[in-house]
């Protein structure tokens, strides 16, 4: 269980704006966050990973010796220029002794997206779409316990949404998964909690709700 006790985190360098959380997740939850731009998703998201500093509360569960895998929203910079596609979703690999069961499970899903020839292709190669597969990819293939998506969705071709919507549920397993979105047609993914951003905090509520949220965002 990961639980957020009385957690703060500033928002901004001022502190002016903060987000609070009082949540707790279990392994395996399907978690999907709503709620409008600039509210603080992404920097949940970023505290889970370990990249943001929080200013109060408390926060156990996270385990800093197991990896955390995160598909970015802006995937460009997160693809090394000087590596091939197949390379860049190895990346993480070394975190694991899995090897060549990544390597194949890397070749399948490249395959499943149609972008198998172009795994000794480098990034710049590659469509705005084509690069966020390339990070979704590498975050399904990153041995983690916790996956965090920040609107993969939303830059995905859309003949690419479909495939990666088929994908994450086959890879849930006992991973706890963070799901941001403003896509109403995500929610075909089989999300088992909701929770949106709301007045400054993060707070569990119904999938209705969720919907009625990314309907005004």
């Known amino acids: 269980m990961i639980c957020f006790e009385d ?4 928002l901004d360098q001022k502190g002016a ?3 609070y959380i009082n949540a707790a997740f279990e392994a395996g939850d399907f978690v999907l966050i709503v709620g409008p731009n600039g509210s603080g998703k992404t920097s949940f998201l970023d505290l889970i990973a370990g990249v943001r500093p929080y200013q109060g509360g408390s926060i156990t569960g996270l385990i800093p010796d197991l990896p955390v895998a995160y598909a970015v929203q802006e995937p460009h910079g997160s693809l090394l220029p000087w590596r091939s596609i197949l390379s860049n979703i190895l990346l993480p690999s070394h975190l694991s002794s899995q090897g060549e069961g990544l390597i194949t499970e890397a070749r399948e899903l490249l395959n499943k997206f149609g972008l198998l020839d172009r795994a000794d292709d480098f990034p710049y190669t590659l469509s705005g779409g084509e690069k966020q597969a390339i990070n979704f990819i590498r975050t399904i293939c990153t041995p983690a316990y916790i996956r965090l998506f920040d609107e993969v969705t939303a830059s995905l071709h ?9 994908i994450l549920p086959e890879n ?9 979105s ?4 995500d929610f075909i993914l089989p999300f088992n909690r909701f929770f949106a951003i709301q007045r400054g905090s993060l707070k569990e509520i119904s999938k209705d709700d969720a919907k009625e949220v990314i309907s005004h965002v």
């Open 17 to 19: 704006r903060q987000l």
């Open 7 to 10: 957690v703060v985190v500033e």
């Open 182 to 185: 403003h896509d109403s047609s």
């Open 172 to 180: 849930r397993e006992s991973t706890t998964t963070f799901f941001i």
């Open 158 to 166: 859309s003949s690419f949404k479909s495939v990666a919507r088929d």
